[in-house]
Structure formats: structure tokens, C-alpha cells
């Protein structure tokens, strides 16, 4: 079946480090993927997101990168500070699905040492 | 800006009680989602809603029902308490569905069921 995953669960780096998160999906079919981070104790807050007839789209100090031929996407989060400690989870759709679901991964706990 | 607001923020329920998480949107949003989140998961589309008058069933809908009478209030109802049901319940919003439309959450609402 579909699935949105993560390959590590949990990253810790220090801080003005660049830090990597990477998801793999097996749905060829979703169209559209999304970064959340996620404070404790807080929702999701979206970050950046990516159509599938592009392969990188940049933010500020973030860069989601997707690669359709092996399903992988990742998120490039440059000079990484305190701040930017959370989970992040990716989520993808297809929009020739039902409308509302969004499928999220498990997450990757960022920590980030001073 | 208040986005989306959910209410209560924690609650505790014993087995077989019922209850009502409130959400409300100002941002005119037609779309309307409850998630919900289980430790060390990624979210869970429980219900979701297209426009006032308009639900649909999500991934996780047994034992919850919704309704949407205003474009501004989508509540979820747990009817029935069950063990089961002890979670985070995120609720979301858009202004429509489709690539570039970014979901909003609200703060989350903590439920122990015991």
C-alpha cells in the first residue's frame, strides 16, 4: 500500500551545521509533497512544498529537493540553529485521490546542539 | 491573527463518556480537516469537509462524528469513549485543496481517555 516514511528517525547536529532530513514514499502516483515542522506542544506549521513536475524548490535557509526516479525526498535546512529543533514530517498526496488526504510520515526528530 | 482555534486544550474522559472538541476558522477557509496523532506517529485524517453542509470520512473515522453547519466551525464528536481514542486531535483548515495550498493547524488538543 502507500506509505510516507522516514529514514532516520532521529538527527542531531550542531548548530550552523547544515542538517538533512530525508522521507521516502511509495506512492508514484502522489503529486504534491509538503514539509511540516512540528514544535513540542504545538501543530504542524508548514514549510515548504514541492510539486512533482519539479525536483527542487528553495525556501529561506530551505531547500526541499525531490527525486521521483527512487521516491525520495528530502529537506536541506542550512546553518541550522536552536530554533530549528522539532520534528519535521513530510506528507504527500495525490490529487487524483480523495481530496482530503494528506498522508504523513512518522517524523524526524531534529535536535540541535549548541 | 487567531487562524485556527481549538478548544479544550487537554481533557481527560472516562470509558463510555462522550464529548465535543471545537474548532473554529477566521480565514474563510472551505476546507476543513480533524487529524489525529498518536506518540511517535505521523497525523491521521480522521474527518474532513469540502464547505458548510459538506463531510466526508477521513483514514481513522470509527467512533467520531463531525458536522459542519458554518464555514467557520467544524467540531468533532466522540461519542463512546475508548482507550483507544487517547491521542492528539489537530484540526486544520484551507482555503481550497490542491498543490500550493497550505494547510493550517490549529494547536492541538490533548485527550487521555481512561
Known amino acids: 500500500g502507500e506509505s510516507v516514511g522516514l529514514h532516520l528517525p532521529t538527527l542531531s547536529v550542531q548548530e550552523g551545521d547544515n542538517s538533512i532530513i530525508n522521507c521516502a514514499y511509495s506512492?508514484?502516483?502522489?503529486?504534491?509533497f509538503i514539509w511540516y515542522k512540528q514544535e513540542s506542544g504545538k501543530g504542524p506549521q508548514f514549510i515548504i512544498d514541492?510539486?512533482?513536475?519539479?525536483d527542487k524548490r528553495q525556501g529561506q535557509r530551505v531547500t526541499v529537493l525531490l527525486n521521483k526516479t527512487v521516491k525520495h525526498l528530502s529537506l536541506q535546512i542550512a546553518a541550522t540553529q536552536p530554533g530549528d529543533s522539532a520534528v519535521y514530517f513530510c506528507?504527500?498526496?495525490?490529487?487524483?485521490?480523495?481530496?482530503?488526504?494528506?498522508?504523513f510520515g512518522k517524523g524526524t526528530k531534529l535536535s540541535v546542539k549548541p | 491573527n487567531a487562524g485556527v482555534t481549538q478548544t479544550p486544550k487537554f481533557r481527560i474522559l472516562k470509558i463510555g463518556q462522550s464529548m465535543t472538541l471545537q474548532c473554529t476558522q477566521d480565514?474563510?477557509?472551505?476546507?476543513m480537516y480533524w487529524y489525529r496523532q498518536d506518540p511517535g506517529m505521523g497525523l491521521k485524517l480522521i474527518y474532513y469537509?469540502?464547505?458548510?453542509?459538506?463531510?466526508d470520512k477521513g483514514e481513522v473515522p470509527n467512533g467520531y462524528n463531525v458536522s459542519r453547519s458554518t464555514t467557520e466551525d467544524f467540531p468533532l464528536r466522540l461519542e463512546l469513549a475508548a482507550p483507544s481514542q487517547t491521542s492528539v486531535y489537530f484540526c486544520?483548515?484551507?482555503?481550497?485543496?490542491?498543490?500550493?495550498?497550505?494547510?493550517?493547524f490549529g494547536e492541538g488538543s490533548w485527550l487521555t481517555v481512561v
Open positions: 506528507a504527500e498526496k495525490n490529487y487524483g485521490g480523495s481530496q482530503g488526504n494528506l498522508i
Open positions: 486544520a483548515s484551507s482555503r481550497r485543496t490542491g498543490a500550493g495550498n497550505t494547510i493550517y
Open positions: 480565514m474563510n477557509h472551505n476546507y
Open positions: 469537509s469540502v464547505g458548510a453542509g459538506i463531510t
Open positions: 506512492n508514484s502516483a502522489s503529486d504534491y
Open positions: 514541492i510539486r512533482s513536475n519539479m
